[in-house]
């Protein structure tokens, strides 16, 4: 630590970082534009002024830029000083000079940096009145709004698109006093994590379109912590309501998880909530139903009938557990795909196991070589290859460091690397997003990239198995295991998407032999809660059924019809007596449910979720009831079930595995001073109003009996734990940029330690065996192909797939193939198990011969067991 | 004695006193423009509805007795779906004129506006907007703000140059 004098007031400051990020650690109101905690500096803006003294005798002093500035032992710099407080308040004032007079109608109002850093200064009074200069705006798209006047020219956006985040369709353009940030053309923006750039701009150039379409104030949104459902990785979220309907998520914080990103999947894909096909009301036999009525067919069907239920992997714990109590534990059966049930079991094995440990996103970011394994991360883990892309600047940075350039210093840091990347090799049946940074990439069949993953494992430690069979790619694995083995922080990336235990074992060989972390993707936000669940495979269940064993079937948030063939699901509702569905919007299956029960999702009720990585997150409500949603495990939850802490103590009891649930956050009684954790900013309007037009008394706030958040303003003032805090808010930091004032020290964990629990730590090194069941090299066959599933981030997500933004940029399905006999865009019929699918083709040059990949998720492309064989002719 | 003769002594010059009272409702009292009555949404010089529903006045409101919910019409320009002053609440404390950016919201010289059912003191929208700009005739926030409206493109508000040809490098 470095001692900084600020004011004459002795500060420890981090020596590796700059002045700027010292004094926002220190809670120094310095204002600032162009530095971000993930982006760096590059001293555009020139807000950030201090004045720097040579010793404590130099009085005179001369004006720095704080975020160029190191934070270096006996710095001593002032804030104060009229100079440069006047130095400040002009260059806001000309950064003001040609900015509309937009805050009334601007969505960036009441959380705009560019306020709050004009209120800091203390420009209150426009004295320019001259002309102003004007843009056009561009259609970016139904997900992020433009609206080009307001910028200040920080660079922040097209520093965090194109270099941050790999974009290449936004730039700047034109020049002097002019310059515009956009595309080059109208057109949707085409990298996946676009919708950060509404958080990353500081003004309201880039807004969330979604918002716009049923827009409310920050201050008007009653907000509840929340984990993403859109994928396994569990991104944080806080998601934010008004007048009963969900109105946008925003990034919650997590150091070691999604740090200042999300996903466009994760962040726009909420929309489904509020569809108008919503199911608000329970359905008894095709007629609607009171919550109370529904409730007493559900428990007298369940008394006189031989019962079984089904889970699922898009369920809570909580709903999953309240579930198999009812039906008990014998009778309870997951509702994971048999195919994707076994994979995700075999992972689980692994991670038990060990030695390897499971990385967190940031871990990922810090890695300095990856391997990934059958993994299109862009579409199966948008977060993950964020995290990815940004690993392979890991390498460089250290020969950047032996240069002495500080790290914090982006142009410098980006001028003394150019273009070197680290290592980072991809190996899938078809391309990814990904292949642009990848040192290497390998195109096979599943079968072959597990034995290309074996040999790299045999090249790493030779009593790791291998086939005798040769291969020429063994240079490539060669390489890539001596990369591996001189990394100081290795990864591997492996999971489901190649549906093939295989490649999952090959992965796990090759992490053990390196001695990696190794990070497994999964397909939904609880697939490994539900696998920990544990219950007997999905035909099982349609088995039963059909023996006669069971009459009635409850299915939890489960539309079937996805994850098995459509005869044997119907086939299976047919022979039940009684259906009993819960779910948020109607599907096939629950078309076919003799009782249908309104479930919340994840912004009506609380829950816990485990994301891939092992850890176990709480999500909580965001708004009170209004109608008869409810979470599922309060539609089958036993009566001595009062609150949310009784379902966690059962289920600690019941699964022992699964008690750090009850830690992923503090329980309904946690207090901060005796007083809950308000959900609402303390400036909520309209509260003797909202509600009036129904009824002229107020009504009293509700309770939460199963949270420490209160539905109300009403609360501690104090910053509550990390997975408690439902917006980040401080005096004069009302932007999302108040996230520095909940951080140990910009950039850093939050205060109080990130929010969740991991599952697995590593198990120590105790001769844990190699698996050795080496597949034989895919051969093509004559006239049939080998389908494997092929994810979209915008379309193979159900839930998102409801959201209208999304919805519009899904993907149509269709069929991946390398091959002369059909032309690009023909219209094919795929027939294979699951039945016949007329489909356009895509012609991709990569791919092995004889393997086809299929878009999975997109109806009718559901239900397939993956992998398997099919045949593709030309459509008659 | 003395002093029963004097009160009514008083009493007898007071009846040649100018009369104070005030024959009310026959007779209407004046008041002020700016006296803080009854609220109003008013309209911009050319008819359009003057809210922006920017939530400055919601948000101003002491009592929180105004809610509304934002929406736009197809050219961009934003207006209150819904707009309602629960005037069982209202403290006519005038924080919500004083908030406005658009010089929408007003408080009239009307107190007339008792009632026996409290839920008859709701004003929605319809009940609150008037036919014209109330006290402040000439303003019209949409020539000033740089959003382009339906009548309104980018350049043409006030005080804005052209828009920026962004395909020109030259200085
Ligand atoms: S960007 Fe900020 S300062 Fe500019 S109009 Fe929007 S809210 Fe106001
Ligand atoms: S658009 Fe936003 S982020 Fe980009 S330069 Fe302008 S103000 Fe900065
Ligand atoms: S990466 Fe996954 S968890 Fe994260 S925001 Fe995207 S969909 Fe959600
Ligand atoms: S402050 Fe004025 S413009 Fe804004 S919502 Fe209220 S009345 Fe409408
Ligand atoms: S923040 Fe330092 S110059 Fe912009």
């Known amino acids: ?876 | 004695m003395l002093s029963i003769l004097r009160t009514i002594w008083y009493v007898f010059l007071h009846s040649f006193q100018k009369r104070i009272t005030v024959q009310y409702p026959e007779q209407k009292p004046y008041l002020a423009p700016r006296y803080r009555g009854r609220i109003i949404l008013s309209r911009d010089p050319d008819g359009g509805e003057r809210c922006v529903a920017c939530n400055l006045c919601a948000v101003a409101c002491p009592v929180g007795c105004i809610a509304l919910q934002a929406t736009e019409d197809k050219n961009g320009r934003r207006y209150p779906e819904f707009f309602r002053i629960n005037f069982s609440r209202c403290i006519f404390c005038g924080y919500c004129e004083e908030a406005c950016p658009t010089y929408a919201i007003q408080l009239t010289p009307d107190f007339e506006i008792g009632e026996f059912h409290r839920k008859n003191l709701v004003y929605e929208k319809e009940d609150l907007l008037i036919n014209g700009p109330g006290k402040h005739p000439g303003y019209n926030f949409w020539q000033i703000a740089g959003v382009k409206i339906g009548g309104k493109d980018k350049g043409e508000a006030a005080h804005e140059a052209a828009p920026v040809d962004v395909h020109t490098l030259l200085p």
């Open chain 1, 1 to 876: 630590m470095a001692t900084v004098y600020v004011d004459n007031k002795a500060c420890e400051m981090n020596p590796e970082e700059n002045l700027l990020h010292g004094c926002l650690s220190h809670g120094f109101k310095l204002p600032y534009f162009c530095w971000h905690p993930a982006l760096g500096s590059v001293g555009a803006c020139r807000q950030c002024a201090v004045k720097q003294f040579k010793d404590d005798k130099d009085s005179q002093g001369k004006i720095v830029m704080s975020c160029m500035t190191p934070a270096a032992e006996g710095t001593r710099i002032s804030i104060a000083d009229p100079e440069v407080v006047a130095f400040r308040a002009g260059i806001i004032e000309g950064l003001m000079l040609n900015h509309p007079h937009d805050c009334p109608v601007c969505d960036e109002g009441g959380e705009c940096h560019l306020q709050d850093m004009t209120v800091m200064t203390g420009h209150d009074y426009r004295r320019y009145e001259f002309e102003k200069r004007t843009f056009r705006n561009q259609d970016l798209g139904p997900l992020v709004n433009h609206e080009m006047n307001r910028c200040i020219q920080c660079y922040r956006c097209v520093r965090y698109y194109r270099d941050y985040a790999g974009g290449r369709d936004l730039n700047a353009f034109a020049s002097r006093d002019q310059v515009f940030f956009g595309r080059s053309e109208d057109g949707v923006l085409e990298n996946e994590f676009s919708g950060n750039l509404v958080e990353i701009c500081p003004t309201g150039v880039f807004t969330d379109k979604t918002l716009k379409h049923h827009y409310a104030r920050k201050w008007d949104q009653q907000f509840a912590p929340s984990v993403c459902v859109h994928c396994a990785l569990g991104c944080n979220t806080d998601a934010g309501e008004r007048y009963g309907s969900l109105r946008r998520i925003v990034n919650r914080y997590n150091h070691e998880i999604n740090g200042y990103f999300l996903c466009d999947r994760g962040r726009f894909g909420y929309e489904f909530v509020n569809s108008e096909a919503r199911l608000r009301q329970s359905v008894l036999k095709d007629r609607p139903t009171s919550a109370a009525a529904a409730r007493q067919y559900l428990d007298q069907t369940v008394a006189n009938g031989r019962v079984i239920g089904i889970g699922s992997p898009r369920a809570s714990l909580e709903s999953n557990f309240a579930l198999r109590t009812l039906v008990g534990p014998d009778h309870f059966y997951s509702g994971i795909a048999d195919h994707e049930a076994k994979l995700v079991g075999l992972m689980l094995e692994i991670l038990r196991r060990g030695p390897m440990r499971t990385p967190t996103l940031r871990d990922i970011e810090e890695s300095d070589v990856v391997l990934i394994l059958g993994e299109d991360l862009t579409n199966v883990a948008p977060r993950m290859a964020l995290s990815v892309r940004q690993s392979v600047r890991q390498q460089p940075m250290e020969a950047v460091k032996k240069l002495k350039v500080p790290l914090w210093l982006d142009h410098g840091v980006r001028d003394a690397m150019q273009d070197a990347r680290g290592p980072l090799y991809i190996a899938t049946p078809y391309r990814t997003r990904l292949d642009e940074v990848a040192t290497a990439t390998f195109r096979a069949a599943p079968d072959d990239l597990a034995r290309f993953g074996f040999a790299i494992a045999h090249a790493l430690d030779s009593s790791a198995p291998i086939s005798h069979e040769t291969s020429q790619d063994w240079l490539m694995a060669a390489a890539i295991a001596r990369a591996l083995k001189a990394a100081k922080k290795p990864l591997v990336i492996s999971g489901t998407s190649c549906a093939s235990e295989a490649v999952i074992q090959a992965a796990a060989n090759v992490a053990m032999a390196a001695n990696t972390a190794l990070s497994f993707t999964a397909p939904e936000c609880n697939t490994i809660g539900a696998a920990l669940m544990g219950g007997n495979s999905l035909s099982a269940a349609f088995q039963a059924v059909k023996d006669g064993e069971a009459d009635t079937v409850i299915i939890l948030e489960n539309d079937l019809y996805r994850r098995a063939p459509q005869a044997e699901v119907d086939s299976m509702l047919k022979a039940a007596t009684h259906v009993i569905a819960l779910d948020h919007l109607p599907n096939p299956t629950t078309e076919k449910a003799e009782l249908l029960l309104p479930a919340g999702t994840f912004a009506e009720s609380d829950g816990t979720f485990i994301s891939s990585e092992g850890r176990v997150q709480r999500f909580l409500q965001v708004s009170a009831p209004q109608n008869e949603v409810m979470a599922s495990w309060r539609w089958l939850k036993p009566d001595h079930w009062q609150s949310l802490d009784d379902v966690l103590r059962a289920m600690a009891k019941a699964l022992p595995e699964l008690d750090a649930a009850c830690d992923a956050a503090p329980s309904s009684k946690f207090r901060i001073a005796g007083a809950k954790i308000p959900r609402s900013p303390l400036r909520e309007s309209g509260r003797t109003a909202a509600l009036v037009n129904i009824n002229i008394s107020e009504p009293k706030t509700p309770d939460d009996p199963d949270s420490a958040l209160s539905f109300s303003m009403e609360g501690t003032p104090d910053q509550p734990p990390a997975a408690l805090i439902p917006f980040f808010w401080s005096p004069n930091w009302n932007s999302i940029q108040a996230v520095n004032t909940y951080q140990k020290e910009v950039g850093g964990p939050l205060r109080g330690g990130d929010a969740g629990v991991r599952l697995f730590e590593p198990a120590p090194r105790n001769g844990q065996a190699y698996f050795s069941a080496i597949p034989r090299a895919f051969s093509p066959r004559q006239g049939a192909w080998l389908l494997v599933p092929m994810y979209h981030i915008f379309g193979s997500d159900e839930l998102s797939l409801a959201a209208p933004g999304i919805r519009e940029l899904a993907t149509k399905p269709h069929v991946a193939v390398n091959s002369d006999e059909f032309a690009e865009g023909a219209e094919v019929e795929v027939n294979c198990a699951a039945g016949t699918f007329r489909l356009p083709v895509m012609i991709h040059r990569e791919m092995p011969v004889g393997v086809a990949a299929l878009s999975v998720g997109l109806s009718p492309l559901v239900g397939i067991q993956w992998p398997t064989w099919g045949k593709i002719a030309r459509a008659k």
